[in-house]
């Protein structure tokens, strides 16, 4: 953010909470929102941004990740609806296209879901432990604090606190491998 002249840390969890409010009514899968939230902050991190075009930075990130996960995005006149049309479809397609070269066209990122479900098949698929620490890693996309962390110490200490909270006892680590390498 000490690259933003016009934007503080509060706007950019202003603009995740509405990100996650949208992500919501549009019924949107957990990948997309965590996606969308990584190409908003790489974003940010590369080029400045006027207060007045940070809704559309986060509206055009989050279309581009339902494009990228979504079996079928939004549209983006449905997304103008969204911003209160406080911007045009072009102003989306505009920024889609500047968006997208200034991160180089990477959209990879996994995402903190994915690695928690990893965790979850070594932890034994209990659901309690898996729900609470999926809330806490969602949480993770408010938090500006935590953008330095990759996605799997995202996970793990999303399953560990989650554990912690419910008072399971200490999770052993298990080689999980398919029965043809097992020796009986």
């Known amino acids: 953010m000490k690259f933003q002249k016009e934007l503080q840390w509060r706007m950019r969890g202003i603009l995740t909470d509405w990100i996650v409010t949208v992500h919501k009514t549009c019924r949107m899968l957990p990948e997309t929102l965590f996606i969308a939230v990584n190409l908003i902050d790489r974003f940010l991190s590369a080029r400045a941004v006027v207060v007045t075009k940070l809704q559309l930075v986060g509206i055009t990130c989050l279309l581009i990740a339902a494009k990228y996960e979504e079996i079928c995005a939004p549209s983006i006149k449905n997304l103008v609806y969204l911003c209160q049309d406080s911007c045009t479809e072009k102003d989306i397609q ?91």
Request: positive net charge; contains cysteine; glycine residues 2%.
């Open 94 to 184: 505009d920024a889609e296209k500047y968006i997208l070269k200034t991160i180089s066209w990477d959209l990879s990122y996994p995402t903190p879901i994915t690695f928690l479900r990893r965790i979850s098949k070594a932890d034994g698929f209990d659901a309690q432990s898996r729900t609470l620490a999926k809330y806490l890693v969602e949480i993770y996309c408010l938090e500006w604090r935590m953008i330095s962390h990759p996605p799997s110490v995202i996970a793990a200490a999303g399953m560990w606190l989650a554990r912690l909270i419910l008072d399971r006892e200490e999770w052993v680590h298990h080689i999980l491998l398919p029965s043809c390498y097992m020796k009986y």
